[in-house]
Nanobody, 124 residues
Framework: QVQLVESGGGLVEAGGSLSASCAAS????????MGWLRQVPGKEREVVAV????????YYADSVKGRFTISRDNDKNTLDLQMDNLQPEDTAVYYC?????????????????WGQGIQVTVSS
């Protein structure tokens, strides 16, 4: 079955950087769109970044564009998220997800499966 296991995240001061990684198994990784979601308690889960199966197309939410970088290694079945210039509003649980690309630029992409999530906390 699909397994997505996140690692990384943690606590950082505003302006700092963190990274997150996801190990995927149980499906043919290199034919699926992948992405990162995040959720704050009491709010809906939101799409942060999405990457196409071969990595040629990426989408970033406006709130993270220019600060976050999504990448994948299809040989290792891993998905990464580099988060720079983090701000307190980036504080959330971040989830790795197997997704469906939707919308010309990916902005309507949605998740089929996601992992357990990791905490990212940014202090002001």
């Amino acid at each position: 079955q699909v397994q997505l296991v996140e690692s990384g995240g943690g606590l950082v001061e505003a302006g700092g950087s963190l990274s997150a990684s996801c190990a995927a198994s149980g499906f043919t990784f290199d034919i699926f769109t992948m992405g990162w979601l995040r959720q704050v308690p009491g709010k809906e889960r939101e799409v942060v970044a999405v990457i196409s199966p071969k990595g040629g197309l990426v989408y970033y939410a406006d709130s993270v564009k220019g600060r976050f970088t999504i990448s994948r290694d299809n040989d290792k079945n891993t998905l990464d998220l580099q988060m720079d210039n983090l701000q307190p509003e980036d504080t959330a649980v971040y989830y790795c997800a197997e997704m469906q690309w939707s919308g010309g630029d990916g902005r309507y992409s949605y998740a089929d499966y996601w992992g357990q999530g990791i905490q990212v906390t940014v202090s002001s």
